[in-house]
């Protein structure tokens, strides 16, 4: 059983910066893929971006494709979600999430949740 806790969120203003934290524990972290999704009000969970259990591959969403990036230390059992260039239209609760040995964009591929943390851009 993996548990994962968000950290990081809050309110920004159009054009910032922030980095979300996700600290994971009770299993064997660099075998997980790691993913970032997020839901926004009255619209359905997104995929945002994942890297793999080594850390040397990551895959993102267009949206956010060369302003967010992700990274992971695997000594510390955490992953990184750096946005920068924030817009309104990235307001969303942000979740991570751990895959066993497969690297997907896909929520039903994911099988842990952590419980998200807010991102509120404001124009």
């Known amino acids: 059983q993996v548990q994962l806790v968000e950290s990081g969120g809050g309110l920004v203003q159009a054009g910032d910066s922030l980095r979300l934290s996700c600290a994971a524990s009770?299993?064997?972290?660099?075998?997980?893929?790691m993913g970032w999704f997020r839901r926004s009000p009255g619209k359905e969970r997104e995929f945002v971006g994942a890297i793999t259990g080594s850390g040397r591959t990551t895959n993102y969403a267009d949206s956010v494709k060369g302003r967010f990036t992700i990274s992971r230390d695997n000594a510390k059992n955490t992953v990184t979600l750096q946005m920068h260039s924030l817009k309104p239209e990235d307001t969303a609760a942000y979740y991570c999430?751990?895959?066993?040995?497969?690297?997907?964009?896909?929520?039903?591929?994911?099988?842990?949740w952590g419980q998200g943390t807010q991102v509120t851009v404001s124009s």
């Open positions: 999430a751990a895959a066993l040995n497969i690297f997907g964009t896909l929520e039903r591929q994911y099988d842990y």
């Open positions: 009770g299993g064997t972290f660099s075998l997980y893929t």
